[in-house]
């Protein structure tokens, strides 16, 4: 079976993306993408696949993949019928490498990490003198805010960089897939949206944009993505109202109606399901942070 390229769907204004996946089982089938990926396993076991190479994962584990590199963490006795659950929590990070090695290139002390991003080519697996330091890092990510977010990631980085025993999984050292499929469907849908969220934004309507109907659509979106369309847009609404909430100079109301959604309560449904905390309290910690 031939690995499947899929868009990580990152917003407008990310340069990194954090995610804390709390699954039944991990991502199938064996993927790529353009952007460089870090991982911790925080649950589960199995198989991990790295182009042509296959080794067991496990709990605590932080492993490192390249751009364009196809891999898969497979769950212990995974069902594709669906009908065995095995929970499968991590934390990854997502960023573009080639714009991390731009802004680097020219910052001699920031070599080794250039050099690290090189050798993810081959898959990493960090060292297990190194798994404790790197996880608290690792854990600290998704609370803080965006810069802080760039920070984290080159303290991650460097700190990974001077790892003396790091295992390499593949034995080949270039990726199976070293031309980028074009998405020129979902990178249209994914332009609509960042340019248009605080409007009406219909099923329907974005299908139509891209010559599918809803359901096929549907398919399409969350199979190039892991999202559904309306996870996604709902994301992208909560980004717009982060950034106008960091501000503090709009009110929740202000922040509600400018991020594309017609009533409070629905907002705060949604803030709550991305962020895990209110308006209110996601204004209180930013501003804490700031004093």
Known sequence: MQPLH???PRLKEETIR????????????????????????????????????????????????????????RNKDFSFAGDMHHKARAISVFFNQDVLKNALCDIP???????????????????????????????????????ERFLGLLDILESISKDNNLNFISSLGIPIHSV??????????????????????????????????????CRYFKYKSQKTFSRFLIEVRIANACRMLYQDDFNTSECCYSSGYNNLSNFHKHFKSVMGMTPLEYRNNVLKKAN
């Open 6 to 8: 899929f868009k990580v």
């Open 18 to 73: 954090v995610e804390c996946w709390d699954l039944d089982n991990f991502f199938e089938p064996i993927h790529y993408h353009e952007e460089f990926q870090i991982t911790l396993i925080l649950e589960g076991e199995g198989s991990l696949f790295v182009a042509e190479s296959v080794i067991p994962f496990k709990k605590g584990e932080i492993y490192l993949f390249g751009k364009n590199l196809p891999h898969v963490f």
């Open 109 to 147: 002390e920031a070599y080794a990490i250039q050099r690290l991003i090189d050798f993810s080519v081959y898959g990493v697996k960090i060292s297990t003198v190194m798994q404790a330091q790197i996880s608290e890092k690792l854990n600290l990510l998704p609370g803080k805010n965006s810069f």
């Open 180 to 217: 980028q499929e074009n998405l020129p469907k979902i990178n249209r849908v994914f332009d609509y949206v960042r340019n248009n969220f605080s409007e009406k934004i219909s099923l329907k309507q974005v299908a139509e944009m891209v010559n599918m109907s809803p359901t096929a659509f």
